[in-house]
Nanobody, 121 residues
Framework: QVQFVESGGGSVQPGGSLRLSCVVSADISESYVMGWYRQGSGKQRELVAG???????NYPDSVQGRFTISRDNANNTMYLQMNSLKPEDTAVYYCNAARNIWTMSPNFSSWGQGTQVTVSS
C-alpha cells in the first residue's frame, strides 16, 4: 500500500514562505500525477497543485502565481514552495496521486497525517 509522509509545515506571518515536502513509499512517478491538497477547518479537502511526470502543472486560481510544485522522481519526493502566504492558506496540507492532471481526483484512500500550515499575524 502506498504511503505518503508530509512535512515542512509551520506558523508564518502573512506574506511569508514555507516549503513542504512529501515522501512517497513507492515509485509511482511514471503512473501517476502527483498532487498537493489541503483541508481547512470546517472545509472540504481541495486541490492545491498537481504535476505530471513530464512537469506539466495544474493550480487553482487561489494559489496560482504564489505556489510552485516540483517533484524529484529519483527520490520519490515532491515539494510545494509556498510564497506570499495568506491567512486563507491556513489548512492541513496533504499529498496524494491522481490519474488525470485536470480532474486531480485522488487515487489513494490512505492519506498521510498531513502537515499543518498556519498563516496569522
Amino acid at each position: 500500500q502506498v504511503q505518503f509522509v508530509e512535512s515542512g509545515g509551520g506558523s508564518v506571518q502573512p506574506g511569508g514562505s514555507l516549503r513542504l515536502s512529501c515522501v512517497v513509499s513507492a515509485d509511482i512517478s511514471e503512473s501517476y500525477v502527483m498532487g498537493w491538497y489541503r483541508q481547512g477547518s470546517g472545509k472540504q479537502r481541495e486541490l492545491v497543485a498537481g504535476i505530471t511526470n513530464g512537469g506539466s502543472t495544474n493550480y487553482p486560481d487561489s494559489v496560482q502565481g504564489r505556489f510552485t510544485i516540483s517533484r524529484d522522481n529519483a527520490n520519490n519526493t515532491m515539494y510545494l514552495q509556498m510564497n506570499s502566504l495568506k491567512p486563507e492558506d491556513t489548512a492541513v496540507y496533504y499529498c496524494n496521486a491522481a490519474r488525470n492532471i485536470w480532474t486531480m481526483s485522488p487515487n489513494f484512500s490512505s492519506w498521510g497525517q498531513g502537515t499543518q500550515v498556519t498563516v496569522s499575524s
